[in-house]
């Protein structure tokens, strides 16, 4: 259990929060590049309890300002594109990307009022199908080099959800790998040829062998946790038999997102990122490994659930998100269909607006959890002492934030140590793309004859 203040302090992120400090000093998504498309490329957005508005100006540049214009407050995201920028449209005031005023034209001629107005404006970069804003002060630091951001385009694709809660409890679902034996059960065993860009559905590496299966059967795996130089990395392990154990590689990158395995093709990096503190929005990074991602196939998949322009689930507590008793009695375990999307949201959501820390009990499956809190708590701390926190990267120590490696496959019960390794170097090593090698990695593995 936690208290209270410290239960706030981990999950609230406004400007003066001690949490949305800390995080106003990382990049954050905070659109999909689809959202602009159109003939009108203006967007609102809510960011870390900040009201804003994206735009595309004609020259094709990104600008991210305050939603409300500094004359007398009026949306923007109503407001024109022309003449070089974002106009109001109450009284026709013009602002371009850098949140610079350059007409104020209901003003006397030759007035220079204009020149002393400054919209409060934020970096954006685009990268990977996802509009990056920087919210802090000072120079923004260097992305990672980590596959999703290294990829060719055609290897990749972005896609969110909303969710209706706090980040945290959001993000610690994905932290957390003992729930999918459980949450994500599903009773029968499909085809898993038909699996492609649906999570858990597929064959696990080495054996043609269901996912669904493995975690069915094997609901009690050790968890292992190792700190590592850009977060944490967790490692489950459900032992088949004297001779085969099951090995899942997943990531927590700080400070909120995860990298995980799709399939055996692909990884998903995903991060959940606050809207305000009762709402947040999963961005999620599919980056394939063989062949270029079917970006429609995937899109197409996703549209089924999540409705546009807001990518709200069709699924929700308004419709206590599908659930059907007989399908909980015969086919999932949750009732709530074959999509975990609905699976995760309903456990997240369920635990109120911020969840009550106060009242939880944790064991030893939640190691991974107790540690990210830790991790978490400690550059908090750090960066109310004013110093630069964790992955607060600089354009060298970017270039060695590589990978970070996944698997999902079932290897041998002596010797899963280098295997899970020697399967991820060996993917790599075979992409089309240059698929970096992360250092700690390449220096362990020198051969790939347990994985070929």
Request: hydrophobic share 35%; proline share 6%; glycine share 8%.
């Amino acid at each position: 259990m936690m208290s209270q203040e410290q239960n706030d302090l981990i999950t609230r992120t406004g400007p003066k929060d001690a949490c949305g400090k800390l995080m106003r000093m990382y990049w954050q998504p905070a659109a999909l590049v689809d959202e602009l498309q159109g003939p009108r490329p203006v967007k609102a957005i809510k960011l870390l309890g900040e009201n804003l508005v994206l735009f595309r100006d004609a020259q094709g540049r990104y600008g991210l300002i305050d939603r409300h214009c500094a004359h007398r407050g009026a949306d923007l995201a109503f407001g024109r594109l022309e003449n070089g920028g974002l106009r109001c449209a109450f009284h026709g005031w013009l602002f371009d990307v850098s949140g610079h005023c350059l007409e104020t034209p209901a003003e006397p001629k030759g007035s220079t009022l204009c020149q002393g107005i400054r919209q409060r404006a934020y970096p954006v970069v685009e990268k990977s199908g996802i509009f990056w804003a920087y919210l802090g002060e000072g120079e923004p630091p260097a992305f990672p080099e980590i596959d999703c951001f290294v990829a060719p385009d055609a290897y990749t694709f972005a896609f969110k959800g909303h969710i209706n809660c706090n980040w945290l409890q959001a993000l610690e679902v994905g932290i957390d790998p003992a729930h999918a034996s459980f949450l994500h059960r599903f009773f029968e065993d499909e085809d898993t040829s038909a699996s492609y860009g649906r999570q858990f559905r597929g064959a696990s590496a080495g054996t043609d062998m269901p996912m669904t299966k493995i975690l069915r059967e094997h609901d009690n795996p050790i968890i292992n946790v190792e700190h590592t130089e850009y977060g944490l990395r967790l490692i489950a392990l459900r032992e088949i038999d004297e001779e085969r154990t099951h090995v899942r590689v997943t990531n927590q990158l700080f400070p909120h997102g995860f990298v995980i395995p799709l399939s055996t093709e692909m990884t998903i990096s995903q991060w959940h990122v606050p809207v305000d503190d009762e709402n947040c929005y999963w961005y999620a990074i599919f980056t394939s490994y063989s062949t270029p991602v079917d970006k429609t196939r995937m899109r197409d998949q996703r549209l089924e659930l999540y409705e546009l322009p807001d990518y709200r689930s069709r699924k929700n507590r308004s419709n206590d998100y599908g659930f059907d008793p007989h399908e909980q009695a015969t086919a999932t375990y949750t009732g709530m269909g074959a999509d975990i999307n609905v699976h995760d949201q309903w456990a997240v959501e369920s635990m109120g607006p911020i969840q009550d820390r106060t009242r939880e009990h944790l064991g030893t499956s939640d190691k991974a959890i107790v540690q990210y809190r830790r991790l978490l708590r400690q550059e908090i701390e750090k960066v109310a002492g004013g110093e630069k926190p964790f992955m607060f990267l600089d354009a060298a120590h970017a270039r060695s934030i590589q990978g970070p490696a996944t698997m999902d496959g079932i290897g041998p019960t002596r010797g899963w140590e280098t295997f899970w390794m020697e399967v991820d170097v060996k993917r790599r090593r075979g992409a089309p793309w240059a698929a970096p090698v992360p250092a700690e990695i390449a220096e362990k593995v020198r051969h790939l004859s347990a994985a070929e």
